[in-house]
Structures are given as C-alpha cells and as structure tokens.
C-alpha cells in the first residue's frame, strides 16, 4: 500500500523560499515579482485556476494581475503587450482559448501562443525555447556563460528523466 504525501508539506520549504526572496526585495525598495494571467476563455473551471493563482501568488507575496480578454481575437495583443511590459515578470496563460482551430503557424492557434509567450516571461516552461532545450538537453538559456538555468516544463522534464 502507498504513503499518502501532503503535497503542502512539499511545497513549504519552497514557498518559504519564495516568502524569503519577496521579504529582501521589498527591504532593498524593488518592486516584487509580477504574474499576468491571461484568460480569454469563458470555461469557469480556467476561471477557478486563475482565481486559485491569484490567491498563491498573494499568499507569498508576489503580485498578480488577473487580465480578462472579451474577445479571444485580441488575445495576441494582450500577449505581446504583457512581453514586452517591463514591469511583468511572469506570464500565465489559461488554456484552451481556441481550442484545436487551425493555425497559419503552428498546429493550432493555442500552439501559436504557447509559443509566442517570451522565455523571459514563461512561468510553465511551455514556450518553443524551452521545450526544444528539454528535447536537446540544453539546461541553460546563456550558452556558454551557462548562469541561467532553463524553466522546464516538470511533467515532460519527468517523462526524460525516467
């Protein structure tokens, strides 16, 4: 029979880090980290999530901005706004927005903006950058200086490690 594992118990020590990290910034003056969640999809259960983000990222300090997009059409704008946003450190996008509907770039347009998401923004690690340094095992984003790990997606970086 199996242990039963808290996962809160898990995520403690690293989320104390986090707490920790957010602590000295504000004592240095410097603004926390910011997360941009983009939801532009009427599915209540993505509702939920961004709303159970929203609360994490309070949690620990960290601050969130939850922004709605009326029409999926202008998901993209919205998108490349929060990229290049110099005071967004973080992008979360709820899935699906468009479903399985066809692409000019990619399989479909939710691939497009999985992939349009900038590595310097990708909280999931689900960008091009970085899913194709998992698939060739590249595990830094400043090749040769190699001081920036990469954001790997953990269920993928899983299935590579067994």
């Not at 003056?29 to 532009?40: D, F, K, N, R, S």
């Not at 999530?49 to 960290?62: H, I, P, V």
């Not at 699906?96 to 939710?110: K, L, N, V």
Request: charged share 30%; hydrophobic share 35%; glycine share 6%.
């Amino acid at each position: 029979m199996g242990t039963k594992v808290d996962a809160a118990d898990i995520a403690k020590p690293f989320r104390d880090e986090v707490r920790d990290c957010v602590k000295e910034l504000k004592e240095q003056g410097i603004a926390t980290p910011l997360l941009v969640g983009l939801l532009a999809n009427q599915d209540p259960a993505a509702k939920k999530y961004a709303e159970w983000t929203g609360r994490a990222c309070r949690l620990d300090g960290l601050r969130y901005e939850l922004r709605e997009v009326a029409d999926s059409i202008d998901v993209e704008e919205a998108l490349w706004r929060a990229n290049e946003d110099p005071n967004v450190h973080g992008i979360l996008v709820y899935y699906p927005i468009f479903g399985s509907e066809p692409s000019f770039s990619g399989a479909s347009q939710d691939d497009y903006l999985r992939d349009s998401v900038s590595y310097k923004c990708d909280v999931e690690g689900l960008c091009h950058t970085y899913r194709s340094h998992l698939y060739r095992n590249v595990r830094h984003i400043d090749f040769p200086k190699n001081s920036k790990k990469c954001l790997l997606p953990c269920t993928a970086l899983s299935v590579v490690k067994v």
